[in-house]
T-cell receptor
Framework: DAGVIQSPRHEVTEMGQEVTLRCKPISGHDYLFWYRQTMMRGLELLIYFNNNVPIDDSGMPEDRFSAKMPNASFSTLKIQPSEPRDSAVYFC????????????????FGPGTRLTVL | EDQVTQSPEALRLQEGESSSLNCSYTVSGLRGLFWYRQDPGKGPEFLFTLYSAGEEKEKERLKATLTKKESFLHITAPKPEDSATYLCAVPEGNYGGSQGNLIFGKGTKLSVKP
């Protein structure tokens, strides 16, 4: 398997523009996670999906952020309008359900998208 | 509140100088503790999962151990290629039946000089 695929790898845009980040999870994984990583705050969960359904979006910072998962092999994270404080590295990760409620399977991360908003 | 704290923030070692990284956690109902390695410009790469106190896992020069309050990542005779940021994470407690979220520490940046 190619692993988690993200595009673009780098994005430079101007404040106020719309930005769309894309993710293809590992085939067969039923969980998909979007994270943001900054030096100050580390890795923060934005939203996660189970079987294409959003489960927890409490980490989405504002209404400017939205995420969709139209099918099991594709997800998008959109920022509209973008602001300089959105500059960060955005990661997508996927995992399988644990076989028991008491277990948790590891997440596999993509290479990330480095977003710079000028 | 579920929390993960890693120390030190940064660690500089000479090649061959063994040391340990610490990850302390507070979570209700531990469902695993995860160690990841992150190289600059890349996504975190999974290393280990530990599920119960007393458990140990090894991979090359790395050994991870787990107690009821913390985990250690021991690095024996490190080489420059071990330089990376090491992250630990635990699944959130009270997850309401779903898989839930992984809560990450801020990481330890390890530099190994030849």
């Amino acid at each position: 398997d190619a692993g988690v695929i993200q595009s673009p790898r780098h994005e430079v845009t101007e404040m106020g523009q719309e930005v769309t980040l894309r993710c293809k999870p590992i085939s067969g994984h039923d969980y998909l996670f979007w994270y943001r990583q900054t030096m100050m705050r580390g890795l923060e969960l934005l939203i996660y999906f189970n079987n294409n359904v959003p489960i927890d979006d409490s980490g989405m910072p504002e209404d400017r952020f939205s995420a969709k998962m139209p099918n099991a092999s594709f997800s998008t994270l959109k920022i509209q309008p973008s602001e300089p404080r959105d500059s960060a590295v955005y990661f997508c990760a996927s995992s399988l359900s644990g076989s028991l409620l008491s277990s948790y399977n590891e997440q596999f991360f993509g290479p990330g998208t480095r977003l710079t908003v000028l | 509140e579920d929390q993960v704290t890693q120390s030190p923030e940064a660690l500089r070692l000479q090649e061959g100088e063994s040391s340990s990284l610490n990850c302390s956690y507070t979570v209700s109902g531990l469902r695993g503790l995860f160690w990841y390695r992150q190289d600059p410009g890349k996504g975190p790469e999974f290393l280990f999962t530990l599920y119960s106190a007393g458990e140990e896992k090894e991979k090359e020069r790395l050994k991870a151990t787990l107690t009821k309050k913390e985990s250690f990542l021991h690095i024996t005779a490190p080489k420059p290629e071990d330089s990376a940021t090491y992250l630990c994470a635990v699944p959130e407690g009270n997850y309401g039946g779903s898989q839930g979220n992984l809560i990450f520490g801020k990481g330890t940046k390890l530099s190994v000089k030849p």
